[in-house]
């Protein structure tokens, strides 16, 4: 059997994702870039300078006429998201959108509609999906290794981009997209609360609370105001915990032969319980090296050739979307807890 044509992909946007995007999708042998959507002249020269005689246009509506363009890869800023990808889908394009996917549940779910009435792939660019080291902790998590999971810590913390959307639909994403994966059960409520240093209403840090169908709670800090860059998680479950940290150099993902056991005392007589702490091994294990975003465009591809749902699929987009609305709400009315509607369109 012959292989299957390279998918023909117009990047839109050349700001500050959207390079990457377009040195894994001219690397790529699922993919073929076509060329380049940008406003800013200045950008559009960047890319020239880099990938000379490819084409550039400013027109998103040309980009949609040429039947060429097989997909399109959209890296623009958050509120542009939603009319962008309507616009495509309904021009026949396949989609591969940076997170979020929408501003709103109700703006996501009618993406989807779309997508799944013109036969099209809706794919969220929920880039951390595809990491090695959180697919070995969801490995660990799914092969019952750590037992039963009790509660997760986040924090991803840096002397950030500011973004004015505010630091909750920037960074929250990112941890949403791993606790989904790895927990593989929705967020029912949210708390949140944060701090406005700079522009009121764009709050720079978030402290959240997530609880998960089955009774699992995760609380991530967010900030765009740290003296360095931390991306850490910790997983403490009844067998085992583990420790993810993004910015390690000798090794990304732990696991601790650690933990509390609570038992009947055998002699006891009115029903008392002793504490026995383990303290064993601590395991790093080995990780295939790979770029997570080349993995994500092969995803992409396959997706739209084979017609299978990608790893991050529209679902599991506009579920986030609707804990990030949650979010805005709770942090709105001083950390009151809310509420997460289930998505319709959850895979």
Request: aromatic content about 6%; charged content about 20%.
């Amino acid at each position: 059997m012959s292989e299957p044509q390279p998918v023909k992909v117009a990047v839109v946007g050349y700001g500050y994702w959207g390079p990457n995007i377009v040195r894994n999708v001219s690397e790529r042998p699922e993919l073929e870039l076509w060329g380049l959507c940008e406003l800013s002249a200045e950008r559009a020269d960047r890319f020239r300078s880099r990938f000379p005689g490819v084409r550039v246009s400013p027109s998103f509506e040309a980009v949609l006429a040429d039947p060429d363009v097989e997909a399109v890869s959209i890296a623009t800023p958050p509120s542009t998201h939603y009319s962008l990808v309507r616009a495509a889908l309904e021009a026949g394009k396949h989609v591969l959108v940076e997170k979020p996917l929408a501003n709103t549940a109700a703006e996501a779910e009618h993406l989807v509609e779309i997508a799944e009435r013109q036969g099209l792939v809706l794919m969220p660019g929920h880039t951390f999906l595809y990491s090695p080291a959180v697919n070995k902790i969801r490995d660990l998590i799914v092969g019952g290794a750590l037992g039963e999971i009790y509660f997760v810590t986040s924090a991803r913390m840096n002397l950030g981009i500011y973004q004015p959307d505010g630091v909750i639909r920037d960074l929250l994403p990112h941890d949403l997209s791993i606790l989904l994966h790895w927990l593989d059960g929705r967020v029912t409520t949210v708390a949140a609360s944060g701090s406005t240093v700079f522009q009121q209403g764009v709050p720079e840090t978030a402290f959240l609370t997530l609880g998960f169908e089955g009774g699992t709670t995760a609380n991530i800090q967010i900030s765009w105001l740290a003296p360095r860059k931390v991306r850490q998680t910790v997983v403490v479950g009844s067998k085992q915990m583990v420790v993810y940290d993004d910015m390690a150099l000798d090794g990304a993902v732990r696991v601790y032969d650690r933990g509390v056991d609570f038992e009947l005392q055998p002699s006891a007589s009115f029903g008392e319980h002793q504490l026995t702490y383990r303290s064993g091994d601590m395991v790093a294990p080995r990780l295939d090296p790979a770029e997570p975003l080349g993995l994500e465009l092969a995803d992409f591809a396959a997706a739209v050739r084979t017609g299978r749902t990608p790893r991050s699929h529209a679902g599991l987009g506009t579920e986030i979307v609707a804990v990030i609305e949650a979010a805005h709400e709770s942090l709105a009315e001083n950390g009151r807890p809310v509420a997460v509607q289930p998505s319709l369109s959850r895979a």
